[in-house]
T-cell receptor, first 113, second 113 residues
């Protein structure tokens, strides 16, 4: 199976620190989509971003930014000036030509005041 | 927020009993999905539907069946619940298939004793 790997299972930072969550994926497809979802302590899954394999431009949305590098099959997520409300489990996922969304195991981010 | 509800939100049942979980959407989206979330595994696809009466298996379909008699409802049945099916179950929807973002329901926490 083509995996999505989030090697960091838990990260702990102090508020206002920058933090990067890593995501490495495997795929044999030329067309695919990558996603990040946030799961706060309340348990719901919140969609954050979608990128397609033809668009390697990095994206910034407020304190969030994403770095997509096809050469290293990575799609990393950076939170700048972290806040306590950023504490959550973050999932990276890949969608290829089929209908299956393959998730990484998740990274639990704890932001301490 | 996407209009997705799941019922029940919490359930405790005994081994060997059948259990049905319901996902209801108000978005008129064509695709619906059932995932399970277990520690260390992220989310894994159980079954999905690409239209009324059209369903297909996902990665972990053994022991589960689904039905979709109306666009808005997607039912997941555990034919004879086992302790290994203790998990959090998420429903998701997408307007189309592979190219679209999936939006998730609030989840159902199932405990099989």
């Amino acid at each position: 199976a083509q995996k999505v790997t989030q090697a960091q299972t838990e990260i702990s930072v102090v508020e206002k620190e920058d933090v990067t969550l890593d995501c490495v994926y495997e795929t044999r497809d030329t067309t695919y989509y990558l996603f990040w979802y946030k799961q706060p302590p309340s348990g719901e899954l919140v969609f954050l971003i979608r990128r397609n394999s033809f668009d390697e431009q990095n994206e910034i949305s407020g304190r969030y930014s994403w770095n997509f590098q096809k050469s290293t099959s990575s799609f990393n997520f950076t939170i700048t000036a972290s806040q306590v409300v950023d504490s959550a489990v973050y999932f990276c996922a890949r969608r290829d030509a089929g209908n299956m969304l393959t998730f990484g195991g998740g990274t639990r981010l704890m932001v301490k005041p | 927020d996407a209009g997705i509800t799941q019922s029940p939100r919490h359930k405790v049942t005994e081994t060997g009993t059948p259990v049905t979980l319901r996902c209801h959407q108000t978005e008129n989206h064509r695709y619906m999905y059932w995932y399970r979330q277990d520690p260390g595994h992220g989310l894994r696809l159980i079954h999905y539907s690409y239209g009324v009466k059209d369903t297909d298996k996902g990665e972990v379909s053994d022991g589960y069946s689904v039905s979709r008699s109306k666009t808005e409802d997607f039912l997941l049945t555990l034919e004879s619940a086992t302790s290994s099916q203790t998990s959090v179950y998420f429903c998701a929807i997408s307007e189309q298939g592979a190219l679209e973002t999936q939006y998730f329901g609030p989840g159902t926490r199932l405990l099989v004793l």
